[in-house]
């Protein structure tokens, strides 16, 4: 089995560019004083638009934030992340534009519902991903800002979002001042299932996350913070039960605020 630390350009021997844009993939936390053209971002953007989407819909929308001052406004709401990047993505679940083409058309609105909220975040998921390849291979970096779902609130407060459109992913994107080191990921083994989920026995799951437990990184957060494992980091300090629960209670009342929630209805 291959070694989740081993570069990826000696674990694979008949790679093409873009395999090789991907398995060189780096979150990319800090940013050159440098802009990102119009042209070089539109063709990114545009790159996202051609990702699939549920029935060739795009309920989704992609805020652009340049301006210096709204920058460190959302980036406070990111708790400091993207504050050095030039450019920052917000991505939206968007049913807003949907609903006002169908009215304009005497064709009624079915999606204000919270099918068409995940649909929305499967879409817009997909967009980002198209938008990550596209920016590496312009030689950008980026870096996914999974706290947007913690202050989904004030975010869409910033950004004026109407009833409809809830943000769910920021990416912060730029020219890179650093190359970071890969980031770990688990074997091959533990994420692919062949034909039937496999339940994988206690000594399997301590084995396949053995690499992950091993990585320097984390063996050192394990020993600064003090705990007995790196799983403990996880549900005692990085992502912990009554914070989950808190910001599950406020995401959705935002959902139901902006009309995810109503079984159709306006």
């Not at 979002?161 to 912060?172: A, D, I, R, Y």
């Amino acid at each position: 089995m291959q070694n989740i630390n081993t570069p990826p350009s000696t674990r694979h021997t008949a790679m093409n560019e873009t395999e090789r844009l991907l398995q060189a993939h780096r979150t990319v936390r800090k940013y050159q004083d440098r802009p990102v053209d119009d042209a070089t971002l539109n063709r990114i953007l545009e790159c996202g638009m051609r990702a699939s989407n549920t029935g060739n819909m795009q309920v989704y929308s992609i805020v652009v934030t340049r301006d210096k001052a709204r920058r460190e406004a959302l980036c406070a709401q990111h708790y400091g992340q993207g504050s050095t990047a030039p450019v920052l993505l917000t991505l939206c679940a968007d049913v807003n534009r949907y609903h006002r083409w169908c009215s304009q058309r005497n064709a009624g609105i079915a999606y204000g519902n919270f099918l068409w909220f995940l649909s929305g975040v499967i879409d817009a998921s997909l967009c980002a991903q198209n938008i990550a390849v596209a920016a590496e291979s312009e030689g950008l970096g980026l870096c996914y800002l999974g706290t947007v779902l913690y202050n989904a609130k004030p975010i869409s407060d910033l950004l004026q979002l109407p009833q409809g459109v809830v943000p769910v992913l920021t990416l912060s994107l730029g020219y890179p001042a650093e190359e970071p080191a890969l980031s770990e990921r688990l074997p091959l083994e533990a994420v692919v299932h062949q034909e039937i989920y496999r339940d994988d026995s206690p000594a399997d799951i301590d084995r396949l996350h053995a690499p992950k437990e091993e990585f320097p990184f984390n063996k050192r957060m394990v020993e600064e913070n003090g705990t007995d494992n790196l799983a403990q980091i996880f549900t005692q300090i990085r992502y912990p039960r009554a914070a989950n629960e808190e910001i599950s209670r406020s995401l959705l009342a935002l959902l139901a605020s902006a009309g995810f929630m109503n079984n159709g209805q306006a």
